[in-house]
């Protein structure tokens, strides 16, 4: 960060510079032609020392003209992939002076003679951002709701190849090849459902220590939120494209709502830490635990299985496919996983701290095992989640009984997508991965019928997923012609390009001939 | 389909009908508002018989003021994703009479009095189709090559945390993580582009023969231009998405130039024969071919390893990550790999037989494991190009030396990705899944002082590229603060917005007060 906010004594007012090009603000919301002022990152220098990064209110814009202000420069960033409503813009200063009481001074702060005095930690900037994170972990959930609500809605009503002589063509619902795609990401969303709500309990018991005083949790909270932030935006982004490419053409078209459902989403996967950095913070965590060899009953419930006692079982104990209808079985297999993953990060790490290097390369040389560790980390902690919420529930046995086959059709494909990690270390053998996938295959035949009550129950209003292929009355193709034969391009029944470029064209090449 | 064209003799005319709304036509481009004259596919129908589908040059527009003819109705079929130049319509027809002649008639005929000649093989709309596949493969290496070239360029002027104290901020394209994204696509642009060139080879031998009167091989040019289609479109979409990821923040401007790139490539996953039903046509092949238990000698170069007497090695001879350090060693494994992949969806189809479920039946109960096979295959048949490309090059010894590195990374990456493939039947166990991957490990560092020469290598000129974040001359910042002066929103300090809706607003907020 190379913006700075320097004290100056003589007029008590902060003077802000953008010293070089690659220190303009850019990106944030509204800044470019809406905002009057912001709140600015910068560096704080007072008495000839930089005291780090604080938060300032800068004016930017006059309240009486909105012209920019002496120093300011501010403007639109240009078009973007999506948000194509929001004003995103640059700032660029020059000695641009505010009051001393326009730094944010709840915690840290600056007197009168430019004398500095710390905050009581430098965690306290953590709380926005693992509300904001844990809010991530909700909206991916949503949004893939809606992209599969779409998808599952419209391979019932899209029908493909007459495969059988006097029969209709077949609901595309019915390939083994379609229902592979969408019911992982239905349980996927049902999974990210349950997963927010321990999200949200959590943030809520934790801020609650911390109001109190008590920062011990901060660090779970932290590594949680930000890898399960990682985790559900990857797995709803890449569940939103799915879905679309789940319904053919039509997925590219607007009507289908899926475009803008990526566009708008995607950048889940950017904004508020890079997911891959968050993975790493995670991982951090994860290292830390597995360094120390801590034992369970010392480590918070999310990591206790990661505690030096826990049994590191040589093999998966299953025999049939069905047993793997199990979210224990499953989640044991999740948890022997992570031990696995974990250990082997953690090796070349340590091998890395014995072979010389310093933390920082160690850390860099064995960096994407622990993304892996971690990624694997928080998929036990979504799958936890929905097995908890199940064992927990108030709801009748037809209702809990498909629940259940949700979970461990989210469990097993897990294992289909990362089998090999099940393998590691002689845990599962490729007999058991062949079970997984046949239990997995009889559960795609098990939710085929009830797939559609069950994005249905996700009860999103045909004015909330915008989407002729979605929509509840199944009445696609009429919605469809008739939204395309309101787009602006057909308000004339001959186009004005006609006349100025086709005709002229047209006309010349005939009498070429 | 369920277009009709009704052959009338007493006026010798096709009599078109759309009977449906779901028979009208969508998507083909220019036909909303641009062309005069399309080619319909239609059913035809002669002396009360249907005769399958046939093409029909159909007249849509006057040729003196451009207005639909009577019985036409064109137009826009909306926004879509990406292609926001395309002028994609549809088109409904009502009794639209045209003349005899405007059948194609080179191959299936029509006679005055409206009797049907068949045309002498029912392939032969095979050969376009496969045409345009091949060029799909041509056209997701260079996509693919577009993309990788901006990320990494990008990659080395972008720098994030400073590490060590003193030392500026690392580069990002130093960070394991961001080689681990970014190097397997490097690899893989290279990879197709030498599948790329495989495939046309084969598609000009094969059209070759089947111009001599020769089909023998035309199964074999449709398997392999069908798969390869769905699994380069594949590589290459998830590939331009992941640099746009790699880019942070600056991937979602249009300046990057990635977003563009995807929405505008991203079709190629359905367009031509959607990806999965790509597969299965390619699996169809693996099935016949393992059905019938042909030698290898019988059976076409490409497929020759799945004879049936072509060794099934119990396990891979591979001691030490060096090892992996060659193609021949990683062809092999993928060899195997493909060799179980077809056993297990064979075993699952022939179980289904048996079992007495009919062919469709059988064939959509093993479609999932059907569809692995055949992109299995497809990767064995990129890795395939790669090796023999390098084994037959004339290179220096300098070129060759970092094309097998990239040749064996973009195969450990496969490994990988696809572990517990590798892993099947005890073919590979996970200690060798370790050394393989600590070999692509190792790999990453010796790809790294060499990516940027790589992709200078591919020599896109930055008109082509259209990216501020892959400008080769690496000054990044200077030309996006350029390129965003230009946006139409900065063309005014003060945007129109402001005088009809901010300040009212902002006026009677403060009154308020």
Same mark, same amino acid.
């Given at each position: ?18 010293? !070089? ?13 809406? &905002? ?19 938060? @300032?209110?800068?004016?930017? /814009? ?6 920019? *202000? ?28 505010? +009051? /001393? ?17 710390? +905050? ?6 953590? %709380? ?65 459902? @349950? &997963? ?44 939103v494209e799915l879905c679309r490419l789940c319904c053919g053409g039509h997925g ?14 995607? +950048? ?32 918070? =419930? ?12 040589? $093999? ?15 989640? $044991? ?27 920082? &390369?160690?850390?860099? =040389? ?9 990624? &694997? ?16 529930? $108030? ?10 086959? *949700? ?5 097993? @494909? ?25 239990? *997995? ?28 292929? %979605? ?37 010349? !090449?005939?009498?070429?001939?």
């Amino acid at each position: 960060l190379e913006t700075t906010a320097t004290y100056d004594p003589l007029t008590e007012e902060f003077v802000l510079n953008s010293p !070089t090009l690659t220190s303009m603000k850019w990106w944030p919301g509204t800044l470019g032609h809406t &905002a009057t002022h912001a709140v600015v990152v910068a560096r704080l220098i007072t008495k000839g020392k930089d005291e780090g990064i604080h938060l @300032f209110i800068v004016q930017l /814009r006059s309240l009486e003209d909105h012209r920019p *202000l002496p120093g300011i420069k501010v403007g639109d960033i240009g078009p973007k992939f999506g948000y194509f409503g929001m004003d995103n813009g640059f700032l660029h200063m020059t000695n641009v002076r505010i +009051p /001393r009481d326009q730094m944010l001074m709840k915690y840290a702060q600056v007197s009168r003679d430019g004398t500095y005095s710390k +905050p009581p930690t430098d965690k306290i900037t953590y %709380g926005t951002m693992v509300f904001v994170r844990a809010g991530i972990v909700v909206q991916s959930a949503s949004i893939l709701a809606r992209a599969v609500t779409i998808a599952i809605r419209y391979s019932v009503v899209r029908r493909q190849t007459q495969n059988r002589p006097g029969e209709p063509e077949t609901q595309v619902l019915d390939y083994q090849t379609q229902q592979f795609k969408l019911f992982p990401l239905l349980a996927s969303a049902y999974a990210m459902k @349950f &997963a927010s709500q321990y999200m949200l309990k959590l943030y809520v018991g934790i801020t609650g220590e911390i109001a109190e005083g008590n920062l011990e949790s901060l660090p779970e909270l932290h590594a949680t939120s930000a890898g399960l932030k990682a985790l559900c935006s990857e797995i709803s982004s890449n569940g939103v494209e799915l879905c679309r490419l789940c319904c053919g053409g039509h997925g590219y078209s607007a009507a289908s709502g899926l475009p803008q459902l990526y566009v708008d989403y995607s +950048p889940a996967q950017t904004y508020e830490g890079e997911n891959t950095v968050m993975l790493l913070q995670t991982a951090r965590y994860l290292l830390k635990i597995s360094r120390q060899k801590v034992p369970q009953a010392q480590l918070p =419930n999310n990591v206790a299985y990661l505690g030096v006692d826990y049994p590191k079982y040589k $093999e998966s104990p299953v025999l049939t496919p069905k047993q793997f209808n199990d979210p224990h079985i499953l989640l $044991e297999a999740y948890r022997q996983r992570v031990i696995r993953l974990v250990a082997v990060a953690l090796r070349r790490y340590m091998n890395g701290i014995d072979s010389g290097l310093d933390a920082v &390369a160690a850390w860099n =040389n064995s960096s994407v095992d622990w993304t892996v560790a971690a990624r &694997a980390h928080c998929h036990y902690l979504v799958l936890k989640a929905f097995q908890s919420s199940i064992d927990t529930a $108030e709801m009748c046995e037809t209702n809990l009984s498909i629940m259940r086959v *949700l979970c461990c059709l989210f469990g097993l @494909f897990g294992i289909m997508q990362y089998s090999g990690e099940f393998c590691l270390d002689g845990y599962m053998n490729s007999d058991q991965i062949e079970m997984a996938k046949n239990q *997995l295959y009889s559960l795609l035949k098990e939710v085929r019928y009830e797939a559609v009550p069950l994005v249905d129950a996700f009860d999103i209003h045909d004015d909330i997923l915008n989407s002729c292929l %979605g929509r509840y009355d199944g009445d696609v193709y009429r919605h469809l012609y008739q939204w395309a034969l309101r787009a602006p391009r057909n308000k004339k029944e001959v186009h004005d390009t006609y006349e100025k470029y086709l005709r002229p064209l047209l006309k010349k !090449t005939k009498s070429k001939l």
